[in-house]
């Protein structure tokens, strides 16, 4: 059983920083694709960033050059790197990774939540002003 367990979310101010970790079990997480969502108050899930199996990396436009994704094999964890963090990051970040190894490779393919079968439980992150 494929579990994804997030942890590192917090409260912090506008201008700060705040480093999640995904703990993968029951699979790897090397040969898919494993990726950031967040969910704000109200609002619909939506793409943060991701690393393919092929390790590039895909962001959104709203976190370009503040957020940057990573992936530790020998630990079985991927990190979601987040600077100069804004009121508007505010939102439940999870953590998913793709259904099956080797998936398409694009940005398309990757922001789709659809293309994600296991999804961790979600960890708060709230930015002050």
């Known amino acids: 059983q494929v579990q994804l367990v997030e942890s590192g979310g917090g409260l912090v101010q506008a201008g700060g920083s705040l480093r999640l970790s995904c703990a993968a079990s029951?699979?790897?997480?090397?040969?898919?694709?494993m990726a950031w969502f967040r969910q704000a108050p109200g609002k619909e899930r939506e793409f943060v960033v991701a690393i393919s199996w092929s390790s590039r990396s895909y962001n959104a436009e709203s976190v370009k050059g503040r957020f940057t994704i990573s992936r530790d094999n020998a630990k079985n964890t991927v990190y979601l790197q987040m600077n100069s963090l804004k009121p508007e990051d505010t939102a439940v970040y999870y953590c998913?990774?793709?259904?099956?190894?080797?998936?398409?490779?694009?940005?398309?393919?990757?922001?789709?939540?659809?293309?994600?079968?296991?999804w961790g439980q979600g960890t708060q992150v709230t930015v002050s002003s």
């Open positions: 029951g699979r790897t997480v090397n040969g898919y694709h």
């Open positions: 998913a990774t793709s259904r099956r190894r080797l998936e398409p490779d694009s940005p398309t393919y990757v922001r789709n939540p659809l293309n994600y079968e296991y």
